[in-house]
Nanobody
Framework: VQLVESGGGLVQPGGSLRLSCVGSGFIFSHYHMSWYRQAPGKEREWVASIMSVGNVRKHADSVQGRFTISRDNAKNTVYLQMISLKLEDTAVYYC?????????WGQGTQVIVSS
């Protein structure tokens, strides 16, 4: 099982990034997918989730209206589109695949928002 995130980088406040997470070694379409982030010195926090069916999505209040989670099961990929980035969005972003008691994590991708 593997989850590989990409798309992080350095961006100015107000800028945009799209993160990707590709899964392998499991039936991607069966799993709910989520994004989390961990800022320096802080605990990991949930950002957004998308269910395996019905395209049901939820976003944390802190990113609502700025971030959008989506998935492409044909590509075994979950995305996080981020716009209007703020300094406080700086963090390592992780994707997670979860189904009942099973969960898998990626290694993370760094997002730095700085002027």
């Amino acid at each position: 099982v593997q989850l590989v995130e990409s798309g992080g980088g350095l961006v100015q406040p107000g800028g945009s990034l799209r993160l990707s997470c590709v899964g392998s070694g499991f039936i991607f379409s069966h799993y709910h997918m989520s994004w989390y982030r961990q800022a320096p010195g802080k605990e990991r926090e949930w950002v957004a989730s998308i269910m395996s069916v019905g395209n049901v999505r939820k976003h944390a209040d802190s990113v609502q209206g700025r971030f959008t989670i989506s998935r492409d099961n044909a590509k075994n990929t979950v995305y996080l589109q981020m716009i209007s980035l703020k300094l406080e969005d700086t963090a390592v972003y992780y994707c997670k695949a979860h189904l009942q008691t099973r969960e898998f994590w990626g290694q993370g991708t760094q997002v730095i928002v700085s002027s």
